[in-house]
């Protein structure tokens, strides 16, 4: 009976996490029922063997075995697993009681009682273990650093905040009769799944409406200038929807709003999951949906003469910024802006046509398959920020949307992505907390390599800004801090950051998605030669979580050993020949840089290294390691758990390329009769390390420093 009474205890404070009075009821008489349903099958099994068998005495010990073995056999077990814990204890102090206190054997029993809730206690408390973390690399040549303003601090101008809304919300003040301005419904129905009705009533009990009414509620930080200021809508993403996530960003959004720009995070709680219901993923259009409502919203209060808002808002440069699947959300509303009807429905129709300048995914989801296909992105400039901790997304999913943006026309775009080796999913938001999940399974997270949710915000924050800035304000000074982080080092915390950048102006060599052939480039004319390596392989970039990425890399591996004769003949070598007609479109010369992403894709701690060698038509070679330039990041392994629970990681390993750009110049500098103009081979040559494996992709030149 303690042992039963101990299980529902548990199970009731799992249950009341919810918030919701029909999911705590539900919750409770769910947990309770199967607790007592299963613990009384398997002692009643249990029993009956015994019966048969009359090996052991039927008394508390039966309890014992019972709770293991529903442990084992009810599902969720993970959550029996921590609760269970205290249920063999009961067990063993009910197996004292029967035999008695004063005989020694039913003390030892209850000693050990003691002792095993003691040490599970210490174990959950316990923060876990961080001696496997990588260590940051040596930088490799000086850099210069950034002699602008710091991202880092707040701006100069003072900002006020208000929110506007329904007027009439059940739970939140903030959207009650107080707010500033007054706004309508919007109906998103038809672009959720159905829940069926219990479900759906537990959500009309908690917040006295359905997705036919949902309310345009946001919170505003905005400059007490004059402006025209830029505006920045945040999206949160998927928490109990009972916790105000849309508040969890004034960390960003008061710190952009101090540097000119209206900052608006939207309310979208009522599409988050409860304790009886989750939409699971299937609000994706939603709350994508829901998005372009406010923006609609802003349109008019931007353009009505009576607004506040009345010429403050500066709607032709517009920046989304979403967290999670909020990030999801962010990049569906950029990839659908200009389509004329949802692709899935054509008669629904869209007349969105909004300004997206800019796009920032916060360690963001990337499920959504409208119409079997991912949502792809187009002249528009795009910040993908992710977390090698991550617990919840177990993996960089920005760097799908990441690579399938594309640019086209004149005007300047650029892309970056920025991998966080030690964040993880939730302190970007302060009211989700600082773990990934909350207890009892939170207790089960290796928290300790988790770097500090301040130092992960700050981190954040002068990414966005200098993001933002240069690609909303034009100050582009600003993204060189993105094409190397090096340069802001006075700005950011200590840690490992692995980047990458693009921009409009770069032109590709070789992506290797042109074909199945291994010789050929992508560009027209180009060619590619490899030679004595262990393996060539082309494939795909994939996730930790197996999700693939769809850029296409070259996997290289090599073991000088294997060759007797060490000569430099023989040293491994990948080259790639440059068409003469790229190098005159691009008027290539000193100023320009090769540009490529590398990562290597081993676990050993000792980091690999390789030359970079460039050959013009004259055949004047120079060749530089490539720590010259920067170091190759180490393996950047992740435990998530301190135990048996791996929270549904396929590895504690991901693959994250960081780019590469190699100014011609130092290049130059070794021997100055060496001609950019006339280059014709780009070649890696591997001979710093005896062996080794790398992945390789997106060979190109990037556009001269002075372009920006």
């Given at each position: 009976m303690g042992t039963v009474i101990t299980l529902i205890l548990g199970q009731i404070f799992v249950a009341t996490r919810g918030k919701t009075f029909l999911g705590m009821f539900l919750g409770i008489l769910l947990y309770i029922t199967a607790t007592i349903f299963v613990v009384a099958l398997v002692r009643l099994i249990l029993s009956v063997g015994l019966w048969i068998f009359h090996k052991l005495p039927k008394s508390g010990l039966l309890c014992v075995v019972a709770v293991f073995i529903a442990v084992i056999l009810i599902p969720y077990a993970i959550w029996y697993w921590i609760i269970g814990?205290?249920?063999?204890?009961?067990?063993?102090?009910?197996?004292?009681?029967?035999?008695?206190?004063?005989?020694?054997?039913?003390?030892?029993?209850?000693?050990?009682?003691?002792?095993?809730?003691?040490?599970?206690?210490?174990?959950?408390?316990?923060?876990?273990?961080?001696?496997?973390?990588?260590?940051?690399?040596?930088?490799?040549?000086?850099?210069?650093?950034?002699?602008?303003?710091?991202?880092?601090?707040?701006?100069?101008?003072?900002?006020?905040?208000?929110?506007?809304?329904?007027?009439?919300?059940?739970?939140?003040?903030?959207?009650?009769?107080?707010?500033?301005?007054?706004?309508?419904?919007?109906?998103?129905?038809?672009?959720?799944?159905?829940?069926?009705?219990?479900?759906?009533?537990?959500?009309?009990?908690?917040w006295g409406f359905d997705p036919t009414k949902l309310p345009l509620n946001g919170r505003v930080w905005y400059p007490m200038g004059s402006g025209p200021y830029p505006l920045v809508m945040i999206v949160h993403g998927n928490h109990p929807m009972w916790e105000n996530s849309d508040s969890g960003y004034t960390w960003l959004a008061e710190h952009l709003a101090s540097h000119g720009f209206v900052v608006v995070s939207i309310d979208a709680n009522f599409l988050n999951s409860s304790v009886a219901s989750d939409y699971d993923q299937g609000e994706n259009f939603a709350r994508t949906l829901l998005l372009y409502q406010h923006l609609a919203l802003w349109k008019q209060f931007s353009s009505a003469p009576s607004s506040?808002?009345?010429?403050?808002?500066?709607?032709?440069?517009?920046?989304?910024?979403?967290?999670?699947?909020?990030?999801?959300?962010?990049?569906?509303?950029?990839?659908?802006?200009?389509?004329?009807?949802?692709?899935?429905?054509?008669?629904?129709?869209?007349?969105?046509?909004?300004?997206?300048?800019?796009?920032?995914?916060?360690?963001?989801?990337?499920?959504?398959?409208?119409?079997?296909?991912?949502?792809?992105?187009?002249?528009?400039?795009?910040?993908?920020?992710?977390?090698?901790?991550?617990?919840?997304?177990?993996?960089?999913?920005?760097?799908?949307?990441?690579?399938?943006?594309?640019?086209?026309?004149?005007?300047?775009?650029?892309?970056?992505?920025?991998?966080?080796?030690?964040?993880?999913?939730?302190?970007?938001?302060?009211?989700?907390?600082?773990?990934?999940?909350?207890?009892?399974?939170?207790?089960?997270?290796?928290?300790?390599?988790?770097?500090?949710?301040?130092?992960?915000?700050?981190?954040?924050?002068?990414?966005?800004?200098?993001?933002?800035?240069?690609?909303?304000?034009?100050?582009?000074?600003?993204?060189?801090?993105?094409?190397?982080?090096?340069?802001?080092?006075?700005?950011?915390?200590?840690?490992?950051?692995?980047?990458?950048?693009?921009?409009?102006?770069?032109?590709?060599?070789?992506?290797?998605?042109?074909?199945?052939?291994?010789?050929?480039?992508?560009?027209p004319g180009g060619a590619i030669v490899h030679e004595n390596f262990s393996r060539v392989m082309e494939t795909v970039l994939n996730l930790r979580n197996e999700a693939s990425t769809e850029q296409k890399v070259v996997f290289l591996g090599w073991k000088r050993s294997d060759w007797k004769d060490h000569t430099p003949a023989l040293l491994p070598q990948y080259s790639i020949f440059v068409p003469e007609s790229l190098l005159q479109e691009m008027k290539f010369g000193p100023g320009h840089r090769l540009s490529f992403i590398l990562c290597d894709t081993q676990r050993e701690p000792e980091v690999v290294d390789l030359s970079v060698e460039v050959e013009d038509e004259s055949g004047h070679r120079v060749r530089l390691p490539l720590r010259h330039f920067a170091p190759i990041h180490p393996p950047l392994i992740s435990k998530f758990s301190k135990g048996f629970y791996d929270f549904g990681s396929a590895s504690d390993f991901e693959l994250i390329p960081q780019t590469f750009e190699l100014p011609m110049k130092d290049f130059l500098s070794v021997d100055p009769q060496f001609d950019p103009s006339r280059l014709r081979v780009i070649r890696f040559v591997f001979d710093q390390s005896e062996s080794g494996e790398i992945l390789l992709g997106r060979i190109g030149i990037a556009a001269s420093e002075e372009s920006n």
């Open positions: 814990i205290g249920g063999i204890a009961g067990g063993l102090v009910s197996l004292s009681f029967s035999r008695g206190w004063r005989r020694p054997s039913s003390l030892a029993l209850f000693a050990t009682a003691i002792l095993v809730v003691g040490m599970t206690v210490w174990w959950l408390l316990s923060p876990g273990d961080d001696s496997y973390l990588a260590r940051p690399s040596a930088d490799g040549a000086p850099v210069e650093p950034l002699s602008l303003p710091s991202p880092a601090e707040r701006g100069p101008l003072p900002f006020e905040y208000l929110t506007y809304g329904s007027g009439n919300d059940l739970r939140r003040p903030e959207f009650g009769p107080t707010v500033a301005i007054r706004t309508s419904t919007v109906d998103v129905s038809c672009f959720l799944p159905e829940l069926g009705k219990w479900r759906h009533r537990e959500r009309w009990s908690y506040r808002f009345a010429g403050k808002v500066d709607f032709s440069k517009i920046a989304l910024v979403g967290h999670s699947r909020g990030g999801q959300a962010v990049t569906t509303a950029a990839g659908f802006n200009r389509l004329s009807s949802h692709p899935e429905n054509g008669n629904f129709p869209f007349h969105f046509q909004y300004d997206i300048q800019s796009v920032v995914l916060i360690a963001p989801m990337d499920p959504y398959l409208p119409s079997g296909s991912p949502v792809p992105l187009s002249n528009v400039n795009i910040l993908a920020l992710g977390g090698g901790h991550d617990a919840d997304t177990l993996g960089f999913w920005g760097l799908r949307p990441y690579y399938r943006t594309t640019f086209s026309g004149d005007q300047y775009y650029c892309k970056a992505s920025a991998y966080l080796y030690r964040a993880n999913h939730s302190a970007f938001n302060t009211i989700w907390g600082d773990r990934d999940y909350q207890p009892p399974l939170g207790w089960l997270l290796n928290h300790k390599p988790v770097m500090a949710p301040q130092d992960q915000r700050k981190t954040a924050r002068v990414l966005i800004t200098a993001f933002l800035k240069g690609t909303v304000k034009g100050e582009t000074a600003y993204l060189d801090l993105l094409r190397d982080t090096r340069r802001g080092r006075h700005w950011l915390p200590d840690e490992i950051l692995v980047t990458q950048f693009e921009d409009s102006r770069f032109r590709l060599i070789a992506d290797f998605s042109e074909d199945l052939d291994p010789i050929t480039a992508t560009v």
